[in-house]
């Protein structure tokens, strides 16, 4: 029995100490995981704060400059000297336009100085001497500043003379232009001069006011924003409601967002963030729409209540919020997830690389992708840009082609490149929380998506188009910071629409604005007069495509619409 209990007492000793045993190893693993963890999170940290480091003391772009000459030389000193294969390019020198050729779209006036009495007598003979040519002595450019008039209607009133003989006073009434706003001193040209300057040139109203009291008139800038809060509800708002029907019938659209800020919206505080979204036509060879729509929110409704009916190609970055959008086929942006591998890039590393831009004219040799012996020697975000430039350099070369040439060389080249990086992505394992997680996340996220611009060569491999309108919005809003009010919003909306729009369809903005002024108040309830009124007509590119002319195009001297 002692022997029993002997063996008993030490096969519970060895059972506790195996549990012991279990408990320390298991501790281990715990630690041994939560010591990765640390270290990943001081990994992610570490790169987040460069990240931080970068943008407030750096530059926040993706290009990037050459190394300074000194720091070449003390890096040179204070590492061993490695040798390099630098890729040369060739690049194309633009030919230098001629004086000629910048000024061509000017009037021209001739000053002739004639001789004086005293210059016109020989200094010999005294003699009276005859002109026998001029000689062009220099050419200077000339500017009229703004000038502010007031202009007084006077009405004629005529009375039939024989009528009055009867007692009967017949009179008649001269017809006078409509006026833009009844009772107000608005005129077609000052409102399209503060909404210029306002939406093409960023001027706020604040310093417009100051700029008209230098012409001449105190014009307050809370008159100022109810001239362009109505002519853009008024005016221009039939015009954009026609391009936004126009724009859903096409097969391909852009889509992005930017944040804005309304001081006063029912519901929200006034530091809170509203949203302007951006949708334009593609590259589909008819004329360009772009149009702004101010929203309180960046929710998915708002792009499926705007899109709705569209039936096409929606390209667009990697927001899932365009996924509610109904009847699309949604076209991820490349540069969106190029420009996450870029940013896990350290800082020293990403100054000696080149991001590719399509339409650069800078002749670039193509892009080598790494070898598998190579690639060890790079760390993977280097190896992710490569692939993502090496599609881009393919985009360049594809961008003179017809749509179905492009298509076919993008099925020829690119897919191979396509399914080669997705392989390689396979293969990796991040650090967790990293930034080339979250590259190598978003890549994998929009696998399909990404690609689904080979399916269609108008489509592009990119959404930077969208991206450059959300630009010409933001360069605005840095200068007023915010809008007033929500009407304010929206004829910012609209007004920004207008302009963009005509931009891209090459007219001269002011007096497309001027012109869109003077007609609107007499055709604005007529499709017909709406439609020869759009950016792309006829009549627009006729009178919109040179120079300012607020002279003979006037409220009482103007033909009418050929309606």
Same mark, same amino acid.
């Given at each position: 029995m002692v022997k029993e209990d002997q063996i008993k007492l030490m096969q519970t000793i060895i059972d506790q100490q195996e549990k012991r045993i279990q408990e320390k190893d298991a501790v281990i693993a715990d630690l041994r995981k939560l010591v990765d963890e640390l270290q990943s999170l001081k990994a992610n940290l570490e790169e987040t704060l460069k990240e931080f480091q970068r943008q407030f003391f750096g530059v926040r772009s993706e290009k990037t400059k050459a190394p300074d000459k000194k720091q070449e030389q003390q890096n040179a000193t204070a590492e061993p000297a490695k040798t390099v294969e630098v890729k040369s390019h060739t690049r194309q020198r633009k030919t230098k336009a001629t004086r000629k050729e910048l000024y061509a779209n000017l009037p021209v006036r001739e000053i002739v100085i004639p001789l004086t009495e005293e210059e016109r007598r020989c200094p010999y003979c005294n003699a009276e001497m005859t002109t026998i040519g001029y000689t062009d002595v220099r050419e200077e450019l000339r500017i009229t500043p703004a000038k502010v008039e007031r202009i007084l209607y006077k009405q004629e009133v005529a009375v039939c003379p024989e009528c009055r003989k009867d007692g009967d006073g017949t009179l008649v009434k001269a017809t006078t232009p409509t006026a833009l706003f009844p009772h107000s001193p608005a005129s077609a040209s000052i409102v399209a001069y503060v909404m210029y300057h306002k939406t093409f040139v960023g001027t706020p109203y604040y310093r417009q006011e100051s700029g008209m009291f230098q012409l001449g008139v105190k014009l307050p800038r809370e008159t100022m924003a109810n001239w362009c809060i109505q002519g853009a509800g008024k005016y221009f708002y039939p015009l954009f409601e026609r391009m936004h029907e126009l724009l859903i019938q096409r097969e391909l659209i852009h889509a992005d967002e930017t944040?804005?800020?309304?001081?006063? /919206? !029912?519901? +929200?505080?006034?530091?809170?963030?509203?949203?302007?979204?951006?949708?334009? %036509?593609?590259?589909?060879? =008819?004329?360009?729409?772009?149009?702004?729509?101010?929203?309180?929110?960046?929710?998915?409704?708002?792009?499926?209540?705007?899109?709705?009916?569209?039936?096409?190609?929606?390209?667009?970055?990697?927001?899932?919020?365009?996924?509610?959008?109904?009847?699309?086929?949604?076209?991820?942006?490349?540069?969106?997830?190029?420009?996450?591998?870029?940013?896990?890039?350290?800082?020293?590393?990403?100054k000696k690389l080149k991001l590719l831009d399509i339409n650069s004219e800078e002749e670039i040799k193509e892009?080598?992708?790494?070898?598998?012996?190579?690639?060890?020697?790079?760390?993977?975000?280097?190896?992710?840009?490569?692939?993502?430039?090496?599609?881009?350099?393919?985009?360049?070369?594809?961008?003179?082609?017809?749509? /179905? !040439?492009? +298509?076919?060389?993008?099925?020829?080249?690119?897919?191979?490149?396509?399914? %080669?990086?997705?392989?390689? =992505?396979?293969?990796?394992?991040?650090?967790?929380?990293?930034?080339?997680?979250?590259?190598?996340?978003?890549?994998?996220?929009?696998?399909?998506?990404?690609?689904?611009?080979?399916?269609?060569?108008?489509?592009?491999?990119?959404?930077?188009?969208?991206?450059?309108?959300?630009?010409?919005?933001?360069?605005?809003?840095?200068?007023?910071l915010f809008h007033t009010s929500t009407a304010g919003a929206e004829a910012s909306a609209v007004m920004y629409s207008i302009v963009e729009t005509a931009k891209a369809n090459n007219l001269n903005v002011f007096q497309y604005l001027y012109t869109v002024l003077l007609y609107m108040p007499d055709y604005k309830n007529e499709p017909a007069g709406i439609e020869k009124l759009l950016p792309w007509s006829d009549f627009i590119k006729e009178r919109c495509s040179g120079l300012i002319d607020v002279e003979n195009q006037t409220p009482e001297h103007h033909e009418p619409l050929p309606v």
């Open positions: 944040t804005c800020q309304v001081l006063r /919206e !029912e519901g +929200k505080a006034a530091e809170s963030i509203s949203y302007m979204w951006i949708y334009l %036509s593609g590259n589909d060879g =008819l004329p360009p729409i772009i149009l702004y729509d101010y929203q309180a929110g960046r929710a998915g409704k708002y792009a499926q209540q705007f899109l709705e009916g569209f039936h096409g190609m929606l390209q667009c970055d990697g927001y899932q919020g365009y996924n509610k959008v109904d009847n699309v086929l949604l076209v991820c942006c490349l540069a969106h997830c190029r420009r996450k591998f870029y940013e896990a890039i350290p800082a020293e590393r990403r892009p080598l992708l790494p070898k598998k012996e190579e690639i060890p020697g790079m760390i993977p975000a280097e190896v992710g840009l490569a692939y993502c430039n090496k599609l881009f350099f393919f985009e360049k070369q594809f961008r003179d082609l017809t749509p /179905e !040439e492009r +298509k076919d060389r993008r099925l020829e080249t690119e897919v191979p490149v396509w399914e %080669s990086f997705y392989a390689w =992505l396979e293969q990796l394992n991040p650090v967790k929380r990293s930034k080339l997680e979250k590259a190598v996340i978003y890549a994998k996220n929009h696998k399909e998506t990404l690609r689904n611009y080979l399916q269609d060569g108008r489509c592009e491999i990119s959404n930077n188009t969208a991206e450059r309108r959300a630009k010409s919005y933001a360069i605005g809003r840095k200068a007023f």
